[in-house]
């Protein structure tokens, strides 16, 4: 027998309508009439809840219907593999979401201890700015001193593995001009620093060579 005709004959033995029948599993009269008419199947929720309303077995209201039967199969296996799937997608998301934590957190250790330590080794006075926060502020001579910010590892979910800018700054001030010397994009070479956001000449290397080689020392002993 066709479940169709099965639901079909279990409601009229009950004496109810396709409305009454409809209202019981809260679907329309509509569902319930494409359903006795084999236009669409419940699904096995639904079939499960007509079972113990009725107290039909699943096996008795299915027999017959090998068409229902494989649909019910196939979505039953299909509902394991999904299971499966999402478990497995699950536990790769969460063991590389926990790798890249260590590697962000060695990262961030290294990092911060480096600058730290670095830091330590000079002495210093911290300067609130309203721009870029604390600074760091190490004097050379009383025409000049150097400065570096407060630096911090970008957050976890930024995808960073260091900082987001290294930079040490030095201003040499005279009477009639200020020098700033920049680090921000220093490759281990005086040629990489720059002097008033250009580059360094071979006058300014001889005349504050002092002042370079203390502060590539510096920056080395902060970020590298």
């Given amino acids: 027998m066709e479940l169709g005709q099965t639901i079909k004959d279990i409601r009229k033995e009950k004496n109810l309508t396709q409305n009454d029948f409809a209202e019981l599993f809260h679907v329309t009269r509509q569902t319930v009439s494409n359903w006795e008419n084999e236009k669409s199947y419940p699904d096995l929720i639904t079939l499960v809840n007509i079972s113990d309303k009725f107290d039909i077995s699943l096996d008795t209201m299915l027999k017959g219907d090998t068409k229902v039967t494989k649909q019910m199969n196939k979505a039953i296996k299909w509902g394991k593999w999904s299971k499966k799937i999402l478990l497995s997608a699950a536990a790769v998301i969460a063991a590389v979401s926990l790798s890249r934590l260590c590697i962000w957190g060695y990262n961030k250790s290294k990092s911060e201890g480096k600058f730290s330590a670095g830091l330590s080794k000079y002495s210093y006075e911290v300067v609130n700015t309203v721009t870029d926060g604390n600074i760091y502020k190490i004097p050379y001579d009383e025409n000049t001193?150097?400065?570096?910010?407060?630096?911090?590892?970008?957050?976890?979910l930024s995808f960073a593995t260091d900082f987001r800018v290294k930079d040490v700054d030095c201003c040499i001030e005279s009477d009639d001009n200020q020098l700033i010397l920049c680090w921000a994009a220093y490759d281990g070479t005086v040629d990489s620093i720059q002097a008033n956001s250009a580059k360094i000449t071979n006058e300014q290397k001889s005349q504050y060579a002092d002042v370079i080689e203390y502060g590539c020392e510096l920056y080395r002993e902060v970020y590298r």
């Avoid at 001193?145 to 976890?156: A, E, G, I, R, V």
Wanted: aromatic letters at 24%; proline letters at 17%.
């Fill in 145 to 156: 001193y150097f400065t570096l910010p407060d630096q911090s590892m970008p957050s976890y």
